[in-house]
Every structure is written in structure tokens, then in C-alpha cells.
């Protein structure tokens, strides 16, 4: 018999909470669990300024008394606080609405080796990643005379463990990990200054992605480049959303592609299915299969086998993400995009949001109008909404007239709306930006946008 005090494994702590969710009369339940590890440290003039080594765990139950969901978790894995858990989800479901859902049936999963971790990786010390930091500090620093200073350089390491297992008998588990470094700087002219960024992150401490002397070289790059920037006279452009921040622009506009968004009428994208939403050039994939992306997986977070999805193809929307409660409403399958960690409530979510490379180079779409504004950095988010679709917010990058660039641009308002702007584009560029991130999106020309100065 495990003693009271002692602290279960996950897998000791989902059949505890499955025989206490069974004795309370719970016909169905399942179960996440995680755990995850990190550690990292952050530097100021040559010297630590902090370090962080975390541990967390945790599991949460979800029950049902007859269609009525209950949700409960506990950060430890003793049978006291489990017990607690499996009381308070059933004291919840007592509570909540009745929900249609059926469990997934354990299934065959792809054999796949998605390249999530890297067990070398869990061998970097904070040691290391001093000395890498202090290195990329340091060639910052020196990297222009207008630097005036290096506010922000860390670096971290982490890994992650997740597992689901319901009722019906299945049981997924998977491990991940990476290791991340960025680098932020300052450039002063006059009473100007401007912060240049550039961070490194993915699978492997390999020294042909984690090079300092790049890092800090495009960090500079980026803070001198926007020093004598000014506002553009206010007007409608051809605006072309660098890959910096295209990533940026699309992922604030993910739900409108969600079941779930579309039944309860967040979503303008209800009754459009088959329906031409964007300009031919555009098509949008959910794709949890692409070896060592942040957002691949084998199982989605209810623990639907994981598929990759057509949302968008060629300017025609093809399907809604579904998880198990919103396929259920919609009387169709869901397609393994439900989202759901231990603390939470069931979502949905993209796998990796992947917009698929254009054919043009960059220097093809700003040639393609006599003016053109390329936006490089952005500044908030506040004034958009995914509901409406309206983008309100600031910016900052560069005019190019006939192809050449010709002034570097701040203090202006970009002011559209998403679905127009899906209609509106002119082109992709067969370029990523070379972030590691689950959201994958070329430089994107749109045909008009109003700017204001």
C-alpha cells in the first residue's frame, strides 16, 4: 500500500484519481498530467543578474455525473490532495451545464519521431550558458558606437513531460525540450534611441544557430537602422508585413478558425465553408508532423490522434478546427486541434500555424508599387480584435519607392481589418523568418492599408 505522504508518479496519479472518480459514480473521465523543468539566467554589464531553476508538476481530473462536467487539479501528487481533486471536480460538475463529449478510444498513433527532445540538451549547464551570454553581451556592446547600452541578454534551457489518459483505456505520453538565447539592445542618437532584439531558440545548443557574433550583429542592426525615422504622410499604402512580424499579425487572428469560436457567433467566418475568404495566394495549414517545430505532436490535448488540416487552400476555407465538445454540437469528427493542459479547461488550438512560402524574393513585392511601406516592427496589440477583425496599431519599418528603400518610418497607425487584408494580398514571399516558433508565415504584400502619421 503507498503510504499516505508519499509522492505518486503521473502514472501512479491518474490511477488514483481514476479509482476515486469511479467510486464516486463518475461514468467517464480523463486525465492530464505535466511536468516540466527549466533553468536560466539573465546578465547586466558583464555580470549575473539573476538565475531561475524551476520544477512544477500537476494533474487535473475532468468527471462527468451523467453530461454535467466537472474539472479539478492539484499541483501535488499525494493521495490527500488527489482525493481533494477527484471531491472538488465532482462538487464542480454538480455546477456546470450539460456537455455532450465522447472520450477518444485509444488509437494507433503515427510512427513518428518528431524530434521533440533532445536528451543532450539536458546536460547544458548554467556554466555554459554564462559564458555564452557573457560573449554575446560583450560583442554587443561593441557592436556600433551608437549602442548606449545592453538592457535585456538571457538564456535558458527547458524540458517538459506531458501525459492523458481517460476512461476508455488510453494512455499517450511525450517529452520535449529546448534551449532558447536573445540578446536586447539599445542605439542612442541625439535624444533618440531605439531598442534592437534578436533571440536564438530550437532543439540543439548548435553553434550555427547560437552564434554570437550573428546574434549580436542583427540585434545592433535592428536598433540603428530605425534611429532617424519619421512618419510618412497619412494615407492608404501597399504594405508588406515583414516576416518579422507576419507571424505576429496572423497568429493574433487563430480563433475566427475555431468550432467552437463559430457556435457561439465569435466568428465571421460562420457559414463560409467552401467559400473563397482570402486572396488565391493564400492558403493556411495546421500541420502537427514538421520534425522538431515547437507545435508538433503525435496527440492533441484531449488525446484525439493529431492530423494535418487544409484550413485554408488557395483562398477557400475548408474546415473549422474541432475539438471533442464542438465536433460533438457540429455532429462531425474532431480533428485532433483540442487544447487542454492540467490547470485548464478544454480548448482548441492550431498544431503549427503554417502559412505556405510564396514564390517571390522580398525585393519582387517591394517592387511590385511605386511606394510600398514594409513594417518591421510592431507595437501592441490592444487595438485588435479577432471578433471584428479590426487591427488598429502602431508601427515602425521603412518606405521603398520603385524597389529602393528610401526612409526608415515610426509614429504611424496601421489601420485594416484581418478579412479584408486576407482578400487584399498581393503576394508571399518564399522567405521565413528564422524564429523558432510554432507559427510560420513569409513576408506577406497586402494592396491597402491606411496609415496614419
Known sequence: MIRATKTLTPIQAVEFLFDAARKKGADRFDAVAGESESLGLELFEGKVKSTEISNSRGIGIRLFQGHRPGFAF???????????????????????????????????????????????LESVTLEELKAFGLKLEALASKGDARIDNVPYLGASRGSGFSLIANSNGLLYESRSNSISAGVGVVAKEGDVKKMGVYSRAGRAFDPAVFDPAFMARTAVERAVELLDAAPVTSGAYPVVFSNRVSAQVFSMFGSPFFAEAVQKGQSRLKDKIGEKIAAAAFSLVSDPFLLGFPGSHLFDGEGVPARRLDVVKDGVLQTFLYNLESAKKAGVAPTGTGSRGYSGKAGTGFANYIVPLGTESFGQLVAKHPKTLVIVKLEGGSGCSAISGEISIGAQGFLYENGVRTQSVDRVTLSTNFFDLLLGIQGLSNQYNDVFSSVKVPDVLVESVHVSG
Not at 499525494?78 to 460538475?93: G, I, K, M, N, Y
Open 74 to 120: 492539484t499541483e501535488r501528487l499525494t493521495p490527500e490532495a488527489l482525493a481533494r481533486t477527484v471531491d472538488d471536480a465532482w462538487s464542480h460538475a454538480a455546477l456546470t451545464d450539460e456537455v455532450e463529449i465522447d472520450l477518444p478510444e485509444p488509437a494507433p498513433l503515427p510512427d513518428l519521431d518528431l524530434q521533440s527532445f533532445n536528451p543532450a
